[in-house]
Structures are given as C-alpha cells and as structure tokens.
C-alpha cells in the first residue's frame, strides 16, 4: 500500500523557519517525482513546489521563490520542504503528493496524496 | 484568486445527479485533455477520482464521470450517495505554468 506520513507542522512568528518532512512506502520512491501542495483555510489548493525523481528539476511557485526549498533523500525515501522567512499568508495546511510517470496515462495528476500539516505564521 | 472557476457549492437529493462545471481558458483546461478531479472531506486530504478528463482510477465508483467541452470541465455525480457530500476540485495542466487547480466546490446530499 502506498503511504505517505508527514511531520513537521506547527506555530511559528512571522519571519521564521520550518521544516515539514514527508516519509514514504509502499512504493519506489527513487522512480517519482513529488510534489508540495498546500491549502489555506477555507480556500482552494495551490501547487507551491516540485522535484523530480533525481532532484535534477526542481521548480516554485512565484510565491514562494527564494524563501521555500524543497529536497529529497532516495535513500531514506524521504521528501522535505524547508521554509524560511514565513509570512501570515503561507498559513496552510501542506500537503506531499506524488505524481506518476507516464505510462499509459499522463503524469499531470496527483494520485497520492499524505495527510497533510497545518503551518500557522502568527505573532 | 484560483486559476480555475468552480461553483462554490451544489447540491442534490439521494439518486439524483448533480454536475460541478470547472471554467479554465485555452491555455489550460482548452488546451489539454489534461483535467483532474480530487474529493475532499473534511479535515482530510484530497483523493484523485477522475483523471485525464474521463478516466477514473481503480476503486472509484463508477458513478462519477468527467467530461469537457472547450475551456470548461465537468464532474458529473450520479446516483448522489450520502457519503458524496464533501468538496470537489479540479485541476488542468496548464503548460509552463504547470497544474493549477480550481477553488473547490461544496456538494452537499439534501
């Protein structure tokens, strides 16, 4: 069964840091890439950052260019999204989610997804 | 402000149907057969039901359906089920600007 487990949520003062991990089984991690995706209360989804199978392309939402930075570790099978310089506006709850690869479908679709962290950048 | 326009919310009676439009342009939903549908109840995180616009992943009732036309996509719910009540959102590839997602729309079983 494919599981992701994340961790790492919590309060933090505007300008802070923190980091949210994301533990995955049940499948090769080394062969997908993941993403983040995040939701403020009460509003839609938003794509904020991804990283291929190898971290060989990594890319950000303009929103949080330059303060958010997403990782891998293959060999733990781990993602990670370290987050600097938060503001009130990156309150949300954050989600990892895996994209597949093509194959008999496309690959633009998430088709797991973990339980979410809820960030909360208040004073 | 979402990419993509949902209705906030619809509703319908148990056995009815009920469709959730989902309104992109031509550079994503018009673009590419590319459109995702997530189920979300809440307090937990969204489930794929519908990808590539019709196709629907295993152990997804066959009761929900996808369709588009033009820059507009649909989520058709037939036969509404209780345990249906819960937000839906779509999402299209959108090319360079990568997956971009609608803002959710509350059904809700009368």
């Known amino acids: 069964e494919v599981q992701l487990v994340q961790s790492g949520g919590g309060l933090v003062k505007p300008g802070g840091s923190l980091r949210l991990s994301c533990a995955a089984s049940?499948?090769?991690?080394?062969?997908?890439?993941l993403h983040w995706v995040r939701q403020a209360p009460g509003k839609g989804l938003e794509w904020v950052s991804s990283?291929?199978?190898?971290?060989?392309?990594?890319y950000y939402a303009d929103s949080v260019q330059g303060r958010l930075t997403i990782s891998r570790d293959n060999a733990k099978n781990s993602l990670f999204l370290q987050m600097n310089s938060l503001r009130a506006e990156d309150t949300a709850v954050y989600y990892c989610?895996?994209?597949?690869?093509?194959?008999?479908?496309?690959?633009?679709?998430?088709?797991?997804w973990g339980q979410g962290a809820l960030v909360t950048v208040s004073s | 402000q979402s990419a993509l326009t949902q209705p906030r919310s619809v509703s319908g009676s148990p056995g009815q149907s009920v469709t959730i439009s989902c309104t992109g342009t031509?550079?994503?939903?018009?673009?590419?057969?590319?459109v995702s549908w997530y189920q979300q109840h809440p307090g937990k995180a969204p489930k794929l039901i519908i990808y590539?616009?019709?196709q629907r992943p295993s152990g997804v009732p066959d009761r929900f359906s996808g369709s588009k036309s033009g820059n507009t996509a649909s989520l058709t719910i037939s036969g509404l089920q209780a345990e249906d009540e819960a937000d839906y959102s779509c999402?299209?590839?959108?090319?360079?600007?990568?997956?971009?997602f609608g803002g959710g729309t509350k059904v809700t079983v009368l």
């Open positions: 031509s550079s994503d939903i018009g673009g590419y057969n590319y």
């Open positions: 049940g499948f090769t991690f080394s062969s997908y890439s």
């Open positions: 990283i291929s199978y190898n971290s060989g392309h990594i």
């Open positions: 989610a895996r994209q597949p690869p093509w194959g008999s479908a496309s690959p633009y679709f998430f088709d797991n």
């Open positions: 999402s299209s590839f959108a090319g360079t600007f990568g997956l971009v």
């Open positions: 590539d616009v019709t």
